[in-house]
T-cell receptor
Framework: KQEVTQIPAALSVPEGENLVLNCSFT??????LQWFRQDPGKGLTSLLL?????REQTSGRLNASLDKSSGRSTLYIAASQPGDSATYLC??????FGAGTRLTVKP | KAGVTQTPRYLIKTRGQQVTLSCSPI?????VSWYQQTPGQGLQFLFE???????NKGNFPGRFSGRQFSNSRSEMNVSTLELGDSALYLC?????????????FGQGTRLTVV
C-alpha cells in the first residue's frame, strides 16, 4: 500500500526566501506525481504534474523534481510571497495524498 | 473552458438523513473521483468512476455510494448520516483514469451533520 509523507508539516518563512517542500512515497511504481495548493476551505489547485519518465517540471517560480528510485519529490518555491501562503499537497500514483505542508509567508 | 463544478457548496443535514452531492467534470473528462477531507484524517479517497463504471474504491462503509451518468457527471450519496461524516467533499476530474493524467478539483461541498 502506498504511503505518502510530507515534511515539514508546517513552515513559516519571511517574504523573499527560497524554500523547499518535501514529499516521500514508499512505492516507486507510479505513473506520475502531482503537486497541489489548497487555500483554507477551498478546493485544490493543480500546480505541477510530473510524469514518471520526467525528472522535473517548472512553472514560474515553482520547480518540482521527482526521484522515483529514492521515492522522493521536492517542490521548490523561489522568492516566496505572502500570496504563496497555503497548504501544499502532493498526490502520488492513483492519487494517494500526503497530509500536506502548511506554508506561511510573512510580509 | 469551465472547471469542475460541485453543487451544492454548503449543506447542513441532521443525523440519520441522507444526502446527494453532484459533480460536473471538465468537458471531455471521463474520470471523476471523490474525496473526503477532514482535519483529523486529511484527504481520503472515496471512489473513482470512469465511463460510468466504478473502477476504484477506498475504505469507506457502504453508506457511501456513487454513480456516473453518460455525460460524465457524477453523484455521491451518503445514507444514514453520522456526525463524523461532517467534512469537505471534493471531486476531481481527468481525461484518463486516476493517476494516469492530471487531476482537476472542484471547490468542494462542505457538509455539516448536526
Amino acid at each position: 500500500k502506498q504511503e505518502v509523507t510530507q515534511i515539514p508539516a508546517a513552515l513559516s518563512v519571511p517574504e523573499g526566501e527560497n524554500l523547499v517542500l518535501n514529499c516521500s512515497f514508499t512505492d516507486s511504481a507510479i505513473y506520475n506525481l502531482q503537486w497541489f495548493r489548497q487555500d483554507p476551505g477551498k478546493g485544490l489547485t493543480s500546480l505541477l504534474l510530473i510524469q514518471s519518465s520526467q525528472r522535473e517540471q517548472t512553472s514560474g517560480r515553482l520547480n518540482a523534481s521527482l526521484d522515483k528510485s529514492s521515492g522522493r519529490s521536492t517542490l521548490y518555491i523561489a522568492a516566496s510571497q505572502p500570496g504563496d501562503s497555503a497548504t501544499y499537497l502532493c498526490a502520488v500514483g492513483d492519487m494517494r495524498f500526503g497530509a500536506g505542508t502548511r506554508l506561511t509567508v510573512k510580509p | 473552458k469551465a472547471g469542475v463544478t460541485q453543487t451544492p457548496r454548503y449543506l447542513i443535514k441532521t443525523r440519520g438523513q441522507q444526502v446527494t452531492l453532484s459533480c460536473s467534470p471538465i468537458s471531455g473528462h471521463r474520470s471523476v473521483s471523490w474525496y473526503q477531507q477532514t482535519p483529523g484524517q486529511g484527504l481520503q479517497f472515496l471512489f473513482e468512476y470512469f465511463s460510468e463504471t466504478q473502477r476504484n474504491k477506498g475504505n469507506f462503509p457502504g453508506r457511501f455510494s456513487g454513480r456516473q451518468f453518460s455525460n460524465s457527471r457524477s453523484e455521491m450519496n451518503v445514507s444514514t448520516l453520522e456526525l463524523g461524516d461532517s467534512a469537505l467533499y471534493l471531486c476531481a476530474s481527468g481525461m484518463q483514469g486516476l493517476g494516469n493524467t492530471e487531476a482537476f478539483f472542484g471547490q468542494g461541498t462542505r457538509l455539516t451533520v448536526v
